[in-house]
């Protein structure tokens, strides 16, 4: 059964396994201030399933009109459901809400395992733009929720003061409830497990857990390991995650300019490059290009 991916920016990706299509994500409508990802919601026509990992903007936003076009079904978080159902009119029927520990079929050979997952730290300081991947930051430990919560909003307030929110973006629809509550997912396949997670933030305890072939990982921001910002670099981050999961293939996003503002996480991947080098690890980074296909569990990555 072949299994294709292209990369759409952010964590948007859309996954062909055999004759299904499944969305990971679905934010694809930019403002113009952002680079074009050569596909827009408008002209999507076929899809079967859309995973959400969690509720934010950049990966909810347009799964309605995938939804409104096809005849998918979309598996999120119960904040996810609620957005579709109560605020887009989408049938109750074709929305799936998980928590962690579920196992949804896709098809007769497809299914996937839903894990409960954490968001990153983005309450938390980081020396540069949205949290370069290189910047190393430290600190900002054992800080109540209540304050991290106005830490928050001190900082959104910074960047609206700062132009560094573009006013294309639709901040008024991000959910008051925060990112709803973040999952991960193991997509099984006849040919290779894959695992996707589309922020920087994880229980260690479950990563450890599981052993993808593919591993398609954020990269973004503050990391959070266990409820707790990260000591160290978001590559620092990157390498604790490939420790743990050990996959022989691994394609990141979230580190382009996904929402206009001019800074990006990465410029390039070649830091990642260089730390992978060092650390001597088997993983075969893949570097995709928006719109790009690339056929997924070739013998050739395999260690």
Same mark, same amino acid.
């Given at each position: 059964?072949?299994?294709?991916?292209?990369?759409? /920016?952010?964590?948007?990706?859309?996954?062909?396994?055999?004759?299904?299509?499944?969305?990971?994500?679905?934010? +694809?409508?930019?403002? %113009?201030?952002?680079?074009?990802? /050569?596909?827009?919601?408008?002209?999507?026509?076929?899809?079967?399933?859309?995973?959400?990992? $969690?509720? $934010? @903007? &950049?990966?909810?936003?347009?799964?309605?009109? #995938?939804?409104?076009?096809?005849?998918?079904?979309? #598996?999120?978080?119960?904040?996810?459901?609620?957005?579709?159902?109560?605020?887009?009119?989408?049938?109750?029927?074709?929305?799936? !809400?998980?928590?962690?520990?579920?196992?949804?079929?896709?098809?007769?050979?497809?299914?996937?395992?839903?894990?409960?997952? +954490?968001?990153?730290?983005? @309450?938390? *300081?980081?020396?540069?733009?949205?949290?370069?991947?290189?910047?190393?930051?430290?600190?900002?430990?054992?800080?109540?929720?209540?304050?991290?919560?106005?830490?928050? =909003?001190?900082?959104?307030?910074?960047?609206?003061?700062?132009?560094?929110?573009?006013?294309?973006?639709? @901040?008024?629809?991000?959910?008051?409830?925060?990112?709803?509550?973040?999952?991960?997912?193991? #997509?099984?396949? *006849?040919?290779?497990?894959?695992?996707?997670?589309?922020?920087?933030?994880?229980?260690? =305890? #479950?990563?450890?857990?599981?052993? !993808?072939?593919?591993?398609? +990982?954020?990269?973004?921001?503050?990391?959070?390991?266990?409820?707790? !910002?990260?000591?160290?670099?978001?590559? &620092?981050?990157?390498?604790?995650?490939?420790?743990?999961?050990?996959?022989?293939?691994?394609?990141?996003?979230?580190?382009? %300019?996904?929402?206009?503002?001019?800074?990006?996480?990465?410029?390039?991947?070649?830091?990642? $490059?260089?730390?992978?080098?060092?650390?001597?690890?088997?993983?075969?980074?893949?570097?995709?290009?928006?719109?790009?296909?690339?056929?997924?569990?070739?013998?050739?990555?395999?260690?």
């Amino acid at each position: 059964m072949p299994t294709d991916i292209e990369w759409f /920016g952010c964590s948007t990706y859309r996954l062909t396994i055999g004759d299904m299509t499944v969305f990971l994500d679905a934010y +694809l409508d930019r403002p %113009d201030t952002a680079p074009d990802v /050569g596909l827009r919601t408008s002209e999507i026509t076929v899809c079967d399933f859309i995973l959400i990992g $969690h509720s $934010h @903007w &950049d990966h909810l936003w347009g799964a309605e009109t #995938i939804l409104r076009n096809t005849n998918a079904r979309i #598996i999120g978080s119960y904040e996810t459901a609620r957005v579709m159902i109560e605020e887009e009119g989408i049938s109750e029927d074709r929305v799936l !809400p998980v928590s962690g520990g579920e196992e949804v079929r896709l098809n007769d050979e497809v299914s996937v395992e839903v894990f409960p997952s +954490l968001h990153s730290c983005i @309450w938390a *300081p980081t020396t540069g733009g949205l949290g370069n991947m290189s910047d190393v930051c430290s600190g900002d430990l054992g800080v109540f929720h209540q304050d991290r919560l106005e830490l928050l =909003s001190q900082r959104l307030r910074r960047r609206e003061l700062g132009g560094t929110v573009s006013s294309a973006m639709p @901040w008024d629809r991000q959910t008051p409830r925060g990112d709803g509550g973040a999952l991960c997912y193991l #997509i099984k396949t *006849p040919e290779g497990n894959i695992f996707y997670k589309d922020t920087m933030g994880h229980y260690s =305890s #479950i990563l450890e857990g599981i052993t !993808p072939d593919v591993a398609l +990982l954020a990269a973004a921001g503050r990391g959070n390991i266990d409820g707790e !910002p990260i000591q160290g670099s978001g590559i &620092d981050f990157l390498l604790k995650e490939l420790t743990a999961l050990d996959p022989s293939e691994l394609i990141l996003g979230h580190y382009d %300019d996904f929402s206009g503002s001019g800074l990006p996480a990465l410029e390039d991947l070649s830091p990642v $490059h260089g730390a992978l080098r060092q650390s001597e690890s088997k993983v075969y980074l893949h570097e995709l290009e928006f719109n790009e296909k690339l056929s997924l569990f070739s013998s050739e990555y395999q260690t």
